[in-house]
């Protein structure tokens, strides 16, 4: 079973960047899909970004044009690059694995990270 550690949340002002991780506790190669999701205060959990082990990535129409993810197979990481932030933006980073090769197929495994923090000050 993978394992999910986000890091890199903190405190910024508007306008400002940050960029998260992802790092996964095998090889990212063998997971169908990572998507990074955020979660504001008295919200619901919304899709902010994903990225395919093909390398087909989707983001939220709300971040589009300043948020980039990408990925590292060398390190078994995701990031998420955080551009022009906005103090709407604030909220609980999370990401998820879909699915995981099994050498006979994929198998749904729905992990997730303990989530980090961004905080966007105005």
């Known amino acids: 079973q993978v394992q999910l550690v986000e890091s890199g949340g903190g405190l910024v002002q508007a306008g400002g960047s940050l960029q998260l991780s992802c790092a996964a506790s095998?090889?990212?190669?063998?997971?169908?899909?990572i998507t990074w999701y955020r979660q504001a205060p008295g919200s619901q959990r919304d899709l902010v970004a994903a990225?395919?082990?093909?390398?087909?990535?989707n983001y939220a129409d709300s971040v589009k044009g300043r948020f980039t993810i990408s990925r590292d197979n060398s390190k078994n990481t995701v990031y998420l690059e955080m551009d022009s932030l906005k103090p709407e933006d604030t909220a609980v980073y999370y990401c998820?694995?879909?699915?995981?090769?099994?050498?006979?197929?994929?198998?749904?495994?729905?992990?997730w990270g303990q989530g980090t923090l961004v905080t966007v000050s105005s």
């Open positions: 990225i395919t082990s093909g390398g087909n990535t």
């Open positions: 998820n694995a879909d699915r995981l090769w099994m050498g006979w197929g994929y198998k749904y495994v729905d992990v």
């Open positions: 095998g090889s990212i190669l063998n997971i169908n899909a």
